[in-house]
Structure formats: structure tokens, C-alpha cells
């Protein structure tokens, strides 16, 4: 690292926090026998942004993470972080990085608090403070033992140990799935926060509404193969969104046939149909025939996501055009 100074957790002070790519990928692919986990990988996540890493099941992103984290080794390709290549830094770097797994499993005849104490410890010396702040934030009572937690409370013990040191790579895999509403709330003012202190946040899941509400960019993944990578408004943008209008007497002819028009539906004077892209068009031949009133539905990601993942190509074929990545 390039710096020697020590946090208040004890953690020497990580690497740098201002300009460059917290995450890089080039080529990066893992095979496991035939079967693709993650195929030519190129992905940039700057340093400070909350990064959403969006799939279906079997997409890849498990693969991904755990190629990032050094759990398993690229078949091809490589990936470095904070400009340090894992292959040859990585031991060094994980001092650095918070890691919440899908699969999370724990001491389970230890307490809560014996886990995080414990934890706190093979870290460096995190103070209890630290953990004991975070287990209040979510509302968790650290005097049970694991075994008798539920999966949500699982997951907050999971949440805490990822964050207690203040990590500058915060990696998440499905991390609300089990959490209750208002924990997840707090969850993200905690993400917001960390973030606010010059962390990056890698937000792996399918919950298109958590990346939606947190991540700044996101990448959306299939079958193995990156598919695009983009502004969270951008993607949006990009999804169909509905549409009615209502006109006085009869639907004028000649809405299907404007660009980007879909599923027109005729009843009566309300047309309603889905628009992919501007709606300027659409627009200017309504008012051109009167339309007394018009509703439009928001997109939001999941309708980006759906269009992009059954585009996809399937397991084994080329990878699609190349994804726009640049940060
Ligand atoms: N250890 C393994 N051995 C063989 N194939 C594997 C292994 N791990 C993953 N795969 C395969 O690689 C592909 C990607 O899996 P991965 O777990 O990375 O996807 P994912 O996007 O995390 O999916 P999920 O959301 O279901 O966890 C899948 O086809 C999976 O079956």
C-alpha cells in the first residue's frame, strides 16, 4: 500500500481514495470443464461509486466476485484492484475488502458477539465500538448464538463483519435477500455513508429494485457474457415504458406505425401501447388530433434488464458487440 497510515480501527489506511478504477477486468473468463462461468470480462468500476452487478440466475456473477476477491483463479484474462494485479498483490489487498457471500456460513455454536469479537481480532483489532455501533443500526441482538438466528439476522451478522473495519471495496452478493425493510434502509444510508468516506460498493444481485435505489452504474450480465454497462438512468432510458392516451371521440390512425411504437391497444378514444426510446414522436401526432389526456409509466430496470437478458446469446456462443464500459 502505498500509504502507512492507520485508520481508527487499526487498519492500515488503504489504497488510494481520490482518481482511478477501484475494480479493472481485462478478458477475464472462468470455465469450469465445458461449462462458462465468466466469459471475456472487461469492466472498470471507478473509486467512490456504488456499482450494481445485475444477472439472473447462472449469469455469472458468484464467478465474477470470486475471481475478484481471489477465491478462485481466471482460466484466461486477468483483473486487478486498485491497480494492483490480484494474481500477484492479492494477499495484500485483502486487508482492504469487505465481502458479504451469497452463501454466508458462520461459527454456529459461537454468539453473535463472540463471532464479531472474533472477527475483530483475525482483522487487526477492529474496536468493539465499531461493531457493537453497526449491530445497533440494524437492530441485532448479538447474545443469541448463530444457530438460533434467523436468515435475516444471519444476514445482518454477515452486513457487520463486511463493514466493521470500514473496507474501501465493499463486495455484496444478494446482500438484502432476508433483511426486512427497514433494515435495508438503514443498510443503505450505512452503503451511502461509506461511499460518502471514499469506498467503492460492488452490488452483485437480481433485485432489480436494490440496485436500482443505490448503485450509480450497473452492469447487467448473462449466460456468462457482460451485456452492457451504463448509467442507472441510462439504462432507463433504454427500457420500454407504457403509455395512454386519450383522445375525444375515435384514436387517430398511424400511432402504430411510429418508431419505436409497441402493443397498441385500441378501446374506444384511449389508445395505450409501450414506446421504446423518445416519446417526442408519439407525442406530436397526439396533440396533432387533439388528445385531451396522457399517462406514461416510469420504466424502471426491470424492463431494461428483460429486454437485455432475452437478447442474450446462448451459453457457448460468441460474445455479443462490445459493451459500453468506458467509465
Ligand atoms: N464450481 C462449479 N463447477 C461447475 N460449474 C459451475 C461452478 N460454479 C458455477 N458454475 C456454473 O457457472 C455458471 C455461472 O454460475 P454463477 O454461480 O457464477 O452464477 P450467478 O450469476 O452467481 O448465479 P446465482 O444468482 O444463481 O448464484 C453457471 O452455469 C454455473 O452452473
Known amino acids: 500500500m502505498s ?3 492507520t485508520r481508527a480501527t487499526g487498519i492500515p489506511a488503504g489504497p488510494p481514495r481520490a482518481e482511478g478504477l477501484a475494480v479493472e477486468t481485462v478478458g477475464l473468463t472462468k470455465r469450469y470443464g465445458r461449462a462458462v462461468g465468466i ?8 473509486v467512490g461509486e456504488v456499482f450494481g452487478f445485475l444477472g439472473p440466475n447462472g449469469a455469472g456473477k458468484t464467478t465474477t466476485i470470486r475471481l475478484l476477491l481471489g477465491l478462485i483463479h481466471p482460466t484466461a484474462g486477468r483483473a486487478s484492484l486498485f491497480g494492483m494485479d490480484l494474481a500477484t498483490t492479492g494477499p495484500r489487498i485483502r486487508a482492504h475488502l469487505g465481502y458479504v457471500p451469497g452463501d454466508l456460513s458462520l461459527w454456529e455454536r459461537m454468539h453473535g458477539h463472540d463471532v464479531l469479537g472474533h472477527l475483530a481480532l483475525l482483522r487487526g483489532g477492529v474496536p468493539e465500538r465499531a461493531w457493537r455501533t453497526l449491530a445497533e443500526r440494524f437492530d441485532l441482538d448479538l447474545q443469541p448464538r448463530v444457530r438460533e438466528l434467523s436468515k435475516g439476522n444471519r444476514q445482518k451478522l454477515g452486513l457487520i463483519q463486511a463493514l466493521m ?3 474501501d471495496l465493499l463486495v455484496l452478493d444478494e446482500p438484502t435477500s432476508g433483511l426486512d425493510p427497514l433494515v435495508q434502509v438503514e443498510f443503505h444510508a450505512v452503503l451511502r455513508e461509506l461511499v460518502a468516506r471514499g469506498a467503492t460498493v460492488f452490488l452483485s444481485s437480481h433485485v432489480l429494485a436494490e440496485v436500482e435505489q443505490v448503485a450509480d452504474r450497473a452492469a447487467i450480465v448473462a449466460r456468462g457474457h457482460l451485456l452492457v454497462v451504463d448509467d442507472i438512468e441510462a439504462l432507463r432510458g ?3 415504458r407504457r403509455i395512454e392516451l386519450d383522445f375525444p371521440r375515435d384514436v387517430p390512425p ?3 406505425d411510429v418508431p419505436g411504437v409497441a402493443d397498441l391497444r385500441v378501446v374506444g378514444g384511449r389508445a395505450s401501447c409501450s414506446v421504446t426510446g423518445s416519446l417526442t414522436e408519439l407525442l406530436r401526432l397526439a396533440t ?3 388528445v385531451v389526456d396522457v399517462h406514461t409509466h416510469e420504466p424502471d430496470l426491470e424492463d431494461a434488464f428483460v429486454g437485455y ?3 442474450a446469446p446462448a451459453a457457448g456462443s460468441p460474445a455479443p458487440p462490445p459493451a459500453a464500459s468506458a467509465p
Open 3 to 5: 500509504s502507512t497510515a
Open 165 to 167: 473495519h470500514e473496507p
Open 288 to 290: 396533432a388530433h387533439g
Open 238 to 240: 433504454q427500457a420500454r
Open 39 to 46: 466469459e471475456d470480462l472487461d469492466l472498470q468500476v471507478r
Open 254 to 256: 398511424g400511432l402504430a
Open 309 to 311: 437478458v432475452s437478447a
